[in-house]
């Protein structure tokens, strides 16, 4: 059994970084793709980005890419995302999640992973 508990969201400016932590405990995550989704209220959990379970390979979404940076720490058991130039649309609850599968058409599923964490709330003002 992972379990996953995110940490770092807040509310911060249009403009503004954050950087979110997920801490993996119960068992080590380093044999485990991890990403992070994002749900927004009245919208579908959507991918955001991820990361292979070596750190060689990540991945992600168009509307991130290029302001979001992952990664992750085997050592530590923990996996971060970077977020900077946020914006407005950019605010949701933002969730940490492990899976056994590798590659991008399963890393950008939701369904595919099989551990979640209890999600952080990231809010940007305009």
């Known amino acids: 059994q992972v379990h996953l508990v995110e940490s770092g969201g807040g509310l911060v400016q249009a403009g503004g970084s954050l950087r979110l932590s997920c801490a993996a405990s119960g068992r080590t995550v380093s044999g485990y793709g991890m990403g992070w989704f994002r749900q927004a209220p009245g919208k579908e959990r959507e991918f955001v980005a991820a990361?292979?379970?070596?750190?060689?390979?990540?991945y992600y979404a168009d509307s991130v890419k290029g302001r979001f940076t992952i990664s992750r720490d085997n050592a530590k058991n923990t996996v971060n995302l970077q977020m900077n130039s946020l914006k407005p649309e950019d605010t949701a609850l933002y969730y940490c999640a492990a899976t056994r599968y590798y590659g991008s058409n399963y890393y950008i599923t939701p369904s595919k992973y099989a551990y979640w964490g209890q999600g952080t709330q990231v809010t940007v003002s305009s």
């Open positions: 990361v292979s379970w070596s750190g060689d390979s990540t």
